[in-house]
């Protein structure tokens, strides 16, 4: 009788662990191509949820967010933090411009075929952009990015297995 005890209480204990791991670093499915090359369709990712707890957001990171309207909220999307609170973004030669400073970024797909005039950043909101920027639905589309909106940083590919990988943030 002890030992199915000991059992019970082990068990409760492992799904405990596995609860709070599970709501700390949830997982994502990819279902787009917005971030190819470094992210692709099907692949599947870990969420850093308390990242943002002991951090502050940086241009670079790749993130996990609830869009605002047009777009459906049940749906997630997973994009790069381009442009941060009282910045100005602007897109203009095939390039992406933060306060008059061009940003190199040679992580992406191909260049940008879109301009778009420039956009200052609203305190506690972020400017987002995919990789694959010419088939992105992101900021340039909808606008700037609600802090409340993030779920949290792109940590790891998961799946397929031959694609385990941290996901890096870029560094400029």
């Known amino acids: ?4 005890r000991e059992i019970g ?3 409760l204990a492992a799904l405990a662990i596995v609860a709070m791991i599970t709501l700390a670093f949830p997982r994502y499915g990819v279902n787009y191509t917005c971030m190819l090359p470094n992210i692709s369709n099907g692949e599947r990712i870990v969420l850093d949820k308390l990242h943002y707890h002991f951090s502050g957001i940086e241009r670079g990171e790749v993130i996990v967010f609830i869009p605002p309207p047009p777009n459906n909220p ?4 997973i994009k790069r933090v381009i442009g941060l609170p009282g910045e100005t973004i602007e897109i203009k030669n095939g ?3 933060i306060d008059n400073t061009l940003l190199e970024e040679e992580y992406l797909l ?3 075929d879109y301009d778009m005039a ?3 950043v609203p305190d506690n909101e972020y400017f987002v952009l995919g990789d694959n920027r010419n ?3 992101d ?3 909808w606008g700037t990015l609600p802090r409340e909106n993030i779920t949290g940083k792109a940590w790891l590919v998961y799946w397929p297995l031959n694609h385990l990988r941290l996901i890096q943030s870029a560094h400029y």
């Open 1 to 4: 009788m002890r030992i199915l």
């Open 9 to 11: 209480i082990i068990c």
């Open 74 to 77: 049940e749906e997630k999307f």
């Open 95 to 97: 390039s992406v411009y």
């Open 110 to 112: 191909e260049p940008i």
């Open 118 to 120: 420039p956009v200052t």
């Open 135 to 137: 088939l992105s639905n």
């Open 139 to 141: 900021s340039h589309r």
